[in-house]
T-cell receptor, first 110, second 115 residues
Framework: DAKTTQPTSMDCAEGRAANLPCNHS???????VYWYRQIHSQGPQYIIH???NNETNEMASLIITEDRKSSTLILPHATLRDTAVYYC???????????FGAGTRLTVKP | EPEVTQTPSHQVTQMGQEVILRCVPI?????FYWYRQILGQKVEFLVS????????KSEIFDDQFSVERPDGSNFTLKIRSTKLEDSAMYFC?????????????FGNGTRLTVT
Protein backbone atom coordinates (compact mmCIF):
# COMPACT_ATOMS: atom_id res chain seq x y z
CA ASP A 1 0.00 0.00 0.00
CA ALA A 2 1.27 3.43 -0.94
CA LYS A 3 2.29 5.52 2.03
CA THR A 4 2.69 8.69 -0.01
CA THR A 5 0.65 10.58 -2.58
CA GLN A 6 2.29 12.75 -5.22
CA PRO A 7 0.99 14.51 -8.32
CA THR A 8 1.66 12.54 -11.47
CA SER A 9 3.41 15.37 -13.28
CA MET A 10 4.47 18.99 -12.95
CA ASP A 11 6.11 21.59 -15.12
CA CYS A 12 8.52 24.29 -14.06
CA ALA A 13 10.21 27.14 -15.91
CA GLU A 14 13.98 27.06 -16.04
CA GLY A 15 15.51 29.24 -13.35
CA ARG A 16 12.39 29.26 -11.21
CA ALA A 17 11.84 27.31 -8.02
CA ALA A 18 10.28 23.90 -8.37
CA ASN A 19 8.01 22.97 -5.46
CA LEU A 20 7.09 19.30 -5.37
CA PRO A 21 4.40 18.32 -2.85
CA CYS A 22 3.93 15.01 -1.10
CA ASN A 23 1.17 13.82 1.21
CA HIS A 24 1.97 11.23 3.85
CA SER A 25 -0.97 11.51 6.20
CA UNK A 26 -0.41 8.09 7.81
CA UNK A 27 3.24 8.68 8.67
CA UNK A 28 4.23 7.35 12.07
CA UNK A 29 6.42 9.07 14.61
CA UNK A 30 9.60 7.21 13.78
CA UNK A 31 9.31 7.35 9.98
CA UNK A 32 11.54 9.66 8.00
CA VAL A 33 10.69 11.38 4.72
CA TYR A 34 13.16 10.77 1.90
CA TRP A 35 13.33 12.24 -1.56
CA TYR A 36 14.96 10.63 -4.57
CA ARG A 37 14.95 11.35 -8.25
CA GLN A 38 15.51 9.23 -11.32
CA ILE A 39 16.76 10.61 -14.60
CA HIS A 40 15.87 8.38 -17.56
CA SER A 41 16.76 4.81 -16.55
CA GLN A 42 19.63 5.72 -14.26
CA GLY A 43 19.68 4.54 -10.67
CA PRO A 44 17.61 6.56 -8.20
CA GLN A 45 19.61 9.47 -6.85
CA TYR A 46 19.30 10.46 -3.21
CA ILE A 47 18.37 14.11 -2.68
CA ILE A 48 17.49 14.80 0.95
CA HIS A 49 15.68 13.41 3.97
CA UNK A 50 14.23 14.61 7.25
CA UNK A 51 12.19 13.65 10.28
CA UNK A 52 10.37 16.78 11.41
CA ASN A 53 12.69 19.74 10.97
CA ASN A 54 13.19 21.48 7.66
CA GLU A 55 16.37 20.44 5.92
CA THR A 56 18.58 22.04 3.29
CA ASN A 57 21.57 20.79 1.35
CA GLU A 58 23.35 21.72 -1.84
CA MET A 59 20.66 20.14 -3.98
CA ALA A 60 17.36 21.09 -2.38
CA SER A 61 15.31 22.07 0.64
CA LEU A 62 12.78 19.90 2.40
CA ILE A 63 9.88 21.52 4.19
CA ILE A 64 7.87 19.23 6.49
CA THR A 65 4.61 20.49 7.97
CA GLU A 66 4.29 20.64 11.71
CA ASP A 67 1.85 17.71 11.80
CA ARG A 68 4.24 15.83 9.46
CA LYS A 69 1.38 14.80 7.20
CA SER A 70 2.87 16.44 4.16
CA SER A 71 6.12 17.82 2.83
CA THR A 72 7.48 19.85 -0.06
CA LEU A 73 10.74 19.42 -1.90
CA ILE A 74 12.07 22.70 -3.22
CA LEU A 75 14.61 22.98 -6.02
CA PRO A 76 15.48 26.68 -5.71
CA HIS A 77 16.63 27.34 -9.28
CA ALA A 78 15.53 24.54 -11.56
CA THR A 79 17.65 23.71 -14.59
CA LEU A 80 16.88 21.55 -17.60
CA ARG A 81 18.98 18.81 -16.01
CA ASP A 82 16.53 18.64 -13.12
CA THR A 83 13.96 17.07 -15.43
CA ALA A 84 13.33 13.69 -13.79
CA VAL A 85 10.88 11.58 -11.81
CA TYR A 86 10.92 12.62 -8.15
CA TYR A 87 9.99 10.13 -5.46
CA CYS A 88 8.83 10.90 -1.95
CA UNK A 89 9.28 7.92 0.39
CA UNK A 90 8.50 7.43 4.04
CA UNK A 91 10.57 4.87 5.80
CA UNK A 92 11.31 3.79 9.27
CA UNK A 93 15.02 3.84 9.90
CA UNK A 94 17.06 0.91 11.06
CA UNK A 95 18.29 0.35 7.50
CA UNK A 96 14.92 -0.79 6.21
CA UNK A 97 14.46 -0.84 2.47
CA UNK A 98 12.99 2.03 0.44
CA UNK A 99 9.63 1.40 -1.25
CA PHE A 100 9.10 3.49 -4.36
CA GLY A 101 5.78 4.72 -5.71
CA ALA A 102 5.08 6.24 -9.09
CA GLY A 103 6.57 9.63 -8.20
CA THR A 104 6.13 13.01 -9.88
CA ARG A 105 7.50 13.56 -13.34
CA LEU A 106 8.98 17.06 -13.27
CA THR A 107 9.63 18.71 -16.61
CA VAL A 108 11.76 21.85 -16.56
CA LYS A 109 11.06 23.97 -19.61
CA PRO A 110 13.28 26.67 -21.13
CA GLU B 1 29.30 9.51 -9.74
CA PRO B 2 27.59 6.56 -8.08
CA GLU B 3 29.27 5.05 -5.08
CA VAL B 4 28.17 1.61 -6.20
CA THR B 5 29.52 0.01 -9.38
CA GLN B 6 27.44 -2.57 -11.18
CA THR B 7 28.58 -5.02 -13.81
CA PRO B 8 27.77 -5.68 -16.53
CA SER B 9 25.92 -2.59 -17.65
CA HIS B 10 23.93 -4.66 -20.12
CA GLN B 11 23.37 -8.41 -20.16
CA VAL B 12 21.56 -10.31 -22.87
CA THR B 13 20.62 -13.91 -22.18
CA GLN B 14 18.36 -16.60 -23.51
CA MET B 15 15.32 -17.78 -21.62
CA GLY B 16 16.17 -20.56 -19.20
CA GLN B 17 19.79 -19.50 -18.76
CA GLU B 18 21.36 -18.47 -15.47
CA VAL B 19 22.65 -14.93 -15.00
CA ILE B 20 24.73 -13.35 -12.29
CA LEU B 21 24.61 -9.61 -11.75
CA ARG B 22 27.37 -8.01 -9.73
CA CYS B 23 27.63 -5.05 -7.45
CA VAL B 24 30.88 -3.67 -6.07
CA PRO B 25 30.40 -1.24 -3.21
CA ILE B 26 33.30 1.15 -2.84
CA UNK B 27 33.31 1.15 0.91
CA UNK B 28 32.73 -1.76 3.17
CA UNK B 29 29.23 -1.33 4.51
CA UNK B 30 27.03 -4.08 5.81
CA UNK B 31 23.60 -3.34 4.29
CA PHE B 32 22.97 -4.04 0.62
CA TYR B 33 19.84 -4.14 -1.48
CA TRP B 34 18.65 -5.27 -4.88
CA TYR B 35 15.85 -3.57 -6.76
CA ARG B 36 14.46 -4.00 -10.23
CA GLN B 37 12.55 -1.77 -12.63
CA ILE B 38 10.64 -3.20 -15.53
CA LEU B 39 10.52 -0.75 -18.42
CA GLY B 40 7.92 1.92 -17.77
CA GLN B 41 7.11 0.66 -14.28
CA LYS B 42 8.13 1.66 -10.79
CA VAL B 43 11.25 0.68 -8.93
CA GLU B 44 10.53 -2.51 -6.97
CA PHE B 45 12.32 -3.85 -3.90
CA LEU B 46 13.67 -7.39 -4.21
CA VAL B 47 15.88 -8.17 -1.22
CA SER B 48 18.03 -6.70 1.49
CA UNK B 49 21.20 -8.32 2.76
CA UNK B 50 22.85 -7.69 6.09
CA UNK B 51 25.94 -9.23 7.53
CA UNK B 52 25.98 -11.99 4.92
CA UNK B 53 22.34 -12.95 5.43
CA UNK B 54 19.06 -12.03 3.80
CA UNK B 55 17.37 -9.47 6.01
CA UNK B 56 14.13 -9.01 4.11
CA LYS B 57 12.73 -10.06 0.76
CA SER B 58 9.68 -9.19 -1.29
CA GLU B 59 7.18 -11.52 -2.89
CA ILE B 60 9.03 -11.04 -6.17
CA PHE B 61 12.15 -12.67 -4.74
CA ASP B 62 11.14 -16.29 -5.26
CA ASP B 63 13.20 -19.45 -5.45
CA GLN B 64 14.76 -18.57 -8.78
CA PHE B 65 16.60 -15.66 -7.14
CA SER B 66 19.53 -15.82 -4.77
CA VAL B 67 22.03 -13.37 -3.36
CA GLU B 68 25.44 -13.76 -1.86
CA ARG B 69 28.65 -11.99 -1.13
CA PRO B 70 31.12 -14.67 -2.14
CA ASP B 71 34.41 -12.84 -1.66
CA GLY B 72 33.43 -10.31 0.97
CA SER B 73 33.41 -7.50 -1.57
CA ASN B 74 31.23 -8.24 -4.59
CA PHE B 75 27.51 -8.58 -3.91
CA THR B 76 25.75 -10.77 -6.47
CA LEU B 77 22.20 -11.46 -7.59
CA LYS B 78 21.70 -14.75 -9.36
CA ILE B 79 18.68 -15.64 -11.44
CA ARG B 80 18.74 -19.38 -11.98
CA SER B 81 16.46 -19.86 -14.96
CA THR B 82 15.57 -16.59 -16.59
CA LYS B 83 12.13 -15.85 -17.98
CA LEU B 84 11.08 -13.23 -20.47
CA GLU B 85 9.44 -11.24 -17.68
CA ASP B 86 12.78 -10.96 -15.87
CA SER B 87 13.83 -8.40 -18.46
CA ALA B 88 14.37 -5.22 -16.46
CA MET B 89 16.90 -2.83 -14.97
CA TYR B 90 18.42 -4.25 -11.81
CA PHE B 91 19.79 -1.80 -9.26
CA CYS B 92 22.08 -2.51 -6.38
CA UNK B 93 22.08 -0.15 -3.41
CA UNK B 94 23.84 0.26 -0.11
CA UNK B 95 23.34 2.43 2.91
CA UNK B 96 25.51 5.51 3.15
CA UNK B 97 26.63 4.76 6.66
CA UNK B 98 25.58 2.77 9.70
CA UNK B 99 23.33 5.44 11.17
CA UNK B 100 19.71 4.60 11.90
CA UNK B 101 18.25 6.75 9.13
CA UNK B 102 20.98 6.32 6.56
CA UNK B 103 19.67 6.78 3.01
CA UNK B 104 20.44 4.33 0.25
CA UNK B 105 22.82 5.02 -2.59
CA PHE B 106 22.08 3.27 -5.85
CA GLY B 107 24.26 2.10 -8.69
CA ASN B 108 23.40 2.87 -12.29
CA GLY B 109 22.04 -0.60 -12.84
CA THR B 110 22.35 -3.57 -15.12
CA ARG B 111 19.94 -3.81 -18.00
CA LEU B 112 18.94 -7.46 -18.34
CA THR B 113 17.36 -8.53 -21.60
CA VAL B 114 15.95 -12.05 -21.80
CA THR B 115 15.21 -13.29 -25.30
Amino acid sequence: DAKTTQPTSMDCAEGRAANLPCNHSTISGNEYVYWYRQIHSQGPQYIIHGLKNNETNEMASLIITEDRKSSTLILPHATLRDTAVYYCIVREGDNNDMRFGAGTRLTVKP
Amino acid sequence: EPEVTQTPSHQVTQMGQEVILRCVPISNHLYFYWYRQILGQKVEFLVSFYNNEISEKSEIFDDQFSVERPDGSNFTLKIRSTKLEDSAMYFCARTVDSSYNSPLHFGNGTRLTVT
